[in-house]
């Protein structure tokens, strides 16, 4: 098998003791670091991948994705309620309002301390801070780009072990347990620092990655193509419809192929078939960046599809063959006792994909 190098990072576990509001109820977040550390102790155990601390890339490759308002409040907003005395370490912080059309004037004229600002950068209530949210949200960042680098300087493959997950971040917005956006910004890293000219992404996490279409929706040189949930049932509801398909300059340059409930690999490999077929026409000349969610798996808590472990080695194997290489960014996965050989399974796909592409 070729080798496939994994960038981690232990600042993750600073963002713990998450809590979410799920249909009306306080829960414990279902994004938690236990799933990092599932995964990292599984690719551990084969003795087949090389774990890597990642470099520091510091916040231009963040600001050039995310608009400096946001990376401002994720930032600060933590640091300013412990200041105003609004927070105690025992509970994370939520937004209890939400900036909407017809709330106020526009533009509205925002208070000073980012905490308070939460709400009009956040989309839901799933999306806590904490005192380390901020530096695991930069950290991730980081692993997402050292793998990109990674491949760019010869490696056929690599994993970007990132949490937490990024694809729901938009350019003015968190949300979805999602800060920056990992994906977008290593897409857009291979377009203005290295060089590319064509850059496709594919998404293959449960849910769909909203943040990601919006940041490259009028832009045609960055394929945004996705395969998930129909938004009639699935999360975040208002985006992911096939006749979502980019505007101005960047009409035909998204692509959503929602499935129904119960899809298992039959239904998913005919879709991943297309999608590939879709990417293969946009004819990128960068690495594939890969979005990989495994809320797809038949146990996930928040998810309906029926994937099992085994059927992602042959979607990582159809995936490496038609588009190496290929850069993994870790987004989604609930299921903590079946992640890590979910991830492993992936992996292995994709490796022998690659020897064979």
Known sequence: MRSCPVFRSDAHLGHRELREFHRGRDIASWESPDRAVAIERALRATGRFVLREAEAFGSEPILAVHDGELVEVVTRAWPDAVEAGEVDGSRPLLPDTFRLPGIGPEPPELPDGAHRRLGAFCFDTATPIVAGTAAAARAAVDVALSAARSV???????????????????????????????????????????GFRKVALLDVDYHHGNGTQQIFWERDDVLVVSIHGDPDRAYPYWSGRSSERGAGAGEGTTRNFPLPANAGLEAYAAALEAALETIAAFAPNAPLVVSAGFDTFEGDPIADFTLRTDDYRLIGTMIAEACSPVIVLQEGGYAVEALGENVVTFLDGLRDGVGRG
């Open 152 to 194: 760019v300087e010869g490696e056929p493959l690599a994993y970007g072990l990132c949490r937490p997950p990024g694809h729901h971040a938009g350019r003015t917005v968190i949300g979805g347990y999602c800060y920056f956006n990992n994906a977008a910004i290593v897409a857009e890293w291979l377009r203005s620092e290295a």
